[in-house]
């Protein structure tokens, strides 16, 4: 079972920059098997999927944020990382970090968010 | 984009009844809908992938039905620690993978 945890700061200024990083364990971040995902929760709201990168690097935006939007992947940390620039009060959320794992144990595919950090709150403050 | 418009959006329900929740996605998904469970404070669990089938660990009172456009997720008799919101989630078409906004399953 992996094992994922967030890190970065809780508060951070508005029109700078968000950054957060996920350290993946119990498992390797090249696994073919998974995608490496972002989602986040606004305060007593739904969950918003932010964007996905695979271990060689490609990745996929949720259309709306996809100009502000960073995600890239650490593969000898085992870490992908999220950058999310201009931010505003609308940014302030959880974040989560979650695998996307493509199959099953039987090999069916599975394409679901099946692992998923704690999630860390950022506030978007002056 | 596909919205998933989940229903109703609080269910008032005892231990031991049967959960119906509802999902219903703005164009044909096939089968690629998945269903989570979040408790306060914690992150979402998948409960059911592809519709129908229980992820790991899922206890046998939980089942998902449905394709298309309209899908149910069942709880057969209730537990205690079942009262949670649960999403319903698609990847059909994407990006982006939506979520529905919820289903608050509270203790009557």
């Known amino acids: 079972q992996l094992q994922l945890q967030e890190s970065g700061p809780g508060l951070v200024k508005p029109s700078e920059t968000l950054s957060l990083t996920c350290t993946v364990s119990?498992?390797?971040?090249?696994?073919?098997?998974?995608?490496w995902v972002w989602v986040r929760q606004r305060p007593g709201k739904g969950l918003e999927w932010i964007g996905s990168?695979?271990?060689?690097?490609?990745?996929n935006y949720k259309p709306a944020l996809k100009s502000r939007v960073t995600i890239s992947v650490d593969t000898s940390n085992n870490q992908f990382s999220l950058r999310l620039t201009s931010v505003t009060a609308a940014d302030t959320a959880v974040y989560y970090c979650?695998?996307?794992?493509?199959?099953?144990?039987?090999?069916?595919?599975?394409?679901?968010?099946?692992?998923w950090g704690q999630g860390t709150l950022v506030t978007v403050s002056s | 984009e596909t919205v998933l418009t989940q229903s109703p959006a609080t269910l008032s329900l005892s231990p031991g009844e049967r959960a119906t929740l509802s999902c219903r996605a703005s164009?044909?998904?096939?089968?690629?809908l998945a269903w989570y469970q979040q408790k306060p404070g914690q992150p979402p669990r998948l409960l059911i992938y592809?519709?129908?089938n229980r992820a790991t660990g899922i206890p046998a009172r939980f089942s998902g039905s449905g394709s298309g456009t309209d899908f149910t997720l069942t709880i057969s008799s209730l537990e205690p620690e079942d009262f949670a919101v649960y999403y319903c989630?698609?990847?059909?078409?994407?990006?982006?993978?939506?979520f529905g906004q919820g289903t608050n399953l509270e203790i009557k």
């Open positions: 164009q044909s998904i096939s089968d690629y």
């Open positions: 990168i695979y271990y060689s690097g490609g990745t």
């Open positions: 119990g498992g390797s971040i090249r696994n073919r098997s998974y995608f």
């Open positions: 592809a519709a129908s």
């Open positions: 979650a695998s996307l794992g493509l199959y099953d144990r039987s090999g069916f595919s599975q394409n679901s968010f099946d692992s």
């Open positions: 989630q698609q990847r059909s078409n994407w990006p982006p993978y939506t």
